[in-house]
């Protein structure tokens, strides 16, 4: 069986240009804690749920009145057949670890109705078949056909690593070839208005090795920001003619900012890195480097979140960065994920193994709920109220995207590389990889202790290189009760030699809670902080604030916050608890004042703070992540 891993493997060779040997699935295993857990909560209840609402809102009966087994009109939006793919991609990867016999019944079922809908020459979209033939490709800035194809061939390529079948990956093999034949110079040139298909072919490309579907991938960025017919179809409501919506204003390797729709420009990002890593980006790098610059160091919110503005779902300019109006789409801290472990296999460097964390336990995985049947599609740093998760969305993009990253997330953690073993992330489990076993015991991210036990021989010196978080000032390692050694933050450390079993590596990273200040041209945070303990952001919800308003709440400067963890809350999770002031509404009857209004009438109270990504669990709810210090 081929490699059950995620992104950017290659059974035989690395990638041209990537830093890293990827660590198959069936290497790397999670025991008992967060990560485990939110799989366990996937696998037993979000995927059974996404299949019963893929049936219930037509998306599956659409492959079927495709196919003709079934009469009737098809409904929905026209990238409905993506959430369906997604689906299917995050219940492969679930038997990937585990196997799960209504799993695979469901997978199997929706595999038939795919192929019987599948047209001889490998067409397959539902949206444009029977009465609707005539409208294929003739609006690819607004019909996601190829954004649909690319879901299809990660979906198929996950079926085929986890299961071994084949039934999945011939259709996507037909699609394939029928995008050769009719996309690419001479033929069909144009692109798809949402990027996905670049990155899929690229692992196709991966999976089979036929350079055809690189070249593709590479002719589908090359169409971007050429004449503004390149891409096909007119303008719609959202766009409207500004053709930085999906990054089609200029040529890509020229694009220095990250602009237009968050999730399109974190794929278009993804796809290029992909094509960079197989060596046929032509100088794509120094974009990419520009555009995470942008992305990541001046239009990212603290949790990580990007895409400020709900006009377009898009990047705002430089410090854009409300609170309440955060748009943030879960879609787009995982686009961003899938990103940043792209740049991380070319480049090794530790920020992108940061930014992947801060995503993960924030802006992404605020997105699902702790019991696994509720979904944010926008993640606000502030609520009033009035914003809760729901099961589903007519725009069902996040929740079976968020599935397929859990359900596929330990191959995110660590890499391989000649003799070196690189942990980006820490999770209870074990890895063999690079000649070397080791098991992993923590109780992160509750805790900053981490030990790594070597369960296996080495015959040559072999290096283990340990990610130190940004945060983590004073880190240090011990090494078989050896003296402690110091770690600098925001670095990979290495330590080489020939390894035995029952060697260890006590890891320390000081995890304590700690205040995060933002950048004075963020406007909305002035006077402001928020908290943070390890890679966890916290919020106030008014669930845990005994009747306060989280809005008359403030933090007193240089108070010790203390940190509680609560075995029964929301899963499992430390709390944190600080002393503040209570603002006396009473106090203050009009809106405008000669004097300060925020300094008189308060009473001391103690604020409690619990992790952002469990807010909106408990019923509708305020919540604010910036925090006023006084
Ligand atoms: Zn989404």
């Not at 001479?186 to 055809?212: C, F, M, N, P, W």
């Not at 960079?276 to 790098?285: C, I, Y």
């Not at 290189?465 to 011990?478: I, Q, Y």
Request: glycine share 8%.
């Amino acid at each position: 069986m081929k490699s059950k891993s995620p992104s950017v493997v290659v059974d035989t060779r690395q990638s041209a240009k990537a830093r890293f040997r990827p660590i198959p699935l069936d290497s790397i295993t999670f025991g008992e804690g967060f990560w485990k857990n939110r799989q366990q909560t996937i696998r037993n209840t979000s995927l059974k749920l996404q299949f019963e609402e893929c049936e219930k809102t037509g998306r599956l009966e659409n492959f079927r009145i495709a196919s003709g087994r079934r009469t009737g009109t098809r409904s929905g939006l026209v990238f409905n057949d993506s959430d369906v793919y997604k689906l299917l991609e995050a219940a492969s990867w679930a038997l990937a670890s585990e196997s799960d016999e209504v799993l695979e019944q469901l997978i199997d079922t929706a595999i038939d109705e795919i192929a019987a809908a599948q047209q001889s020459n490998g067409y397959l979209n539902t949206a444009f078949m029977f009465d609707n033939e005539g409208l294929r490709y003739t609006d690819l800035k607004n019909d996601h056909e190829l954004y649909c194809y690319g879901h299809m061939i990660q979906a198929a390529i996950a079926h085929k690593r986890s299961t071994g079948k084949e039934t999945f990956f011939d259709i996507a093999i037909r699609v394939a070839q029928h995008l050769l034949d009719t996309f690419g110079p001479g033929k069909l040139e144009s692109t798809d208005g949402h990027e996905e298909i670049e990155l899929a072919l690229v692992e196709l490309y991966r999976e089979t090795g036929t350079q055809e579907y690189l070249n593709l991938a590479h002719f589908f960025l090359s169409m971007r920001g050429q004449s503004d017919t390149t891409m096909t179809g007119g303008e719609n409501r959202v766009h409207g003619t500004d053709r930085s919506y999906f990054q089609d204003h200029l040529p890509v390797s020229e694009q220095h900012e990250a602009d237009g729709h968050a999730v399109r420009l974190t794929y278009l990002a993804s796809g290029m890195a992909d094509v960079e890593l197989e060596g046929a980006g032509d100088g794509m790098q120094s974009a990419l480097d520009s555009i995470w610059d942008s992305a990541h160091l001046r239009r990212s919110s603290v949790t990580g979140g990007i895409g400020a503005r709900y006009q377009g779902e898009a990047f705002g300019d430089d410090y854009e960065l409300p609170n309440e109006r955060a748009y943030n789409e879960t879609c787009a801290s995982l686009g961003s994920i899938f990103w940043n472990w792209r740049m991380l296999n070319l480049t090794g460097e530790a920020k992108y193994a940061e930014v992947i964390e801060r995503q993960l336990f924030n802006g992404a995985l605020s997105g699902l709920s702790i019991d696994g049947t509720g979904y944010f599609y926008m993640n606000p740093l502030t609520s009033a109220g009035g914003y809760s998760r729901t099961p589903w969305f007519t725009c069902a993009c996040c929740p079976p995207n968020i599935a397929r990253l859990i359900m596929s997330l330990a191959s995110y953690f660590y890499s391989e590389h000649d003799q070196e073993l690189w942990i980006h992330q820490y999770a209870s489990g074990s890895v063999q990889a690079s000649g070397l076993s080791l098991a992993v015991d923590t109780d992160y991210p509750w805790s900053g202790d981490i030990r790594v036990t070597v369960t296996g021989n080495s015959t040559v010196e072999h290096s283990i290189l340990l990610r130190v978080p940004e945060w983590a000032t004073n880190s240090t390692v011990v090494i078989n009760n050896e003296s402690a050694i110091s770690m600098v933050e925001g670095t990979y450390h290495r330590i080489s030699r020939k390894w035995s079993p029952g060697d260890t590596l006590a890891i320390n990273f000081p995890i304590g809670p700690r205040r995060i200040y933002s950048h004075p041209r963020i406007t909305n945070n002035s006077g402001r902080v928020s908290l943070a303990r390890g890679p966890l952001i916290y919020c106030l919800e008014s669930a845990d604030q005994t009747g306060s308003s989280v809005f008359d709440l403030a933090l007193a400067p240089n108070t010790e916050i203390a940190a509680t963890y609560d075995p029964n809350l929301l899963g499992g999770l430390t709390l944190l608890k600080a002393s503040g002031t209570e603002l006396e509404r009473t106090s203050i009857s009009s809106l405008y004042s000669d004097a300060r209004t925020d300094q008189n009438g308060s009473k001391p109270k103690e604020l409690i703070a619990i992790p952002y990504y469990a807010w909106g669990n408990r019923g509708d709810s305020q919540m604010q992540v910036w925090i006023p210090e006084k």
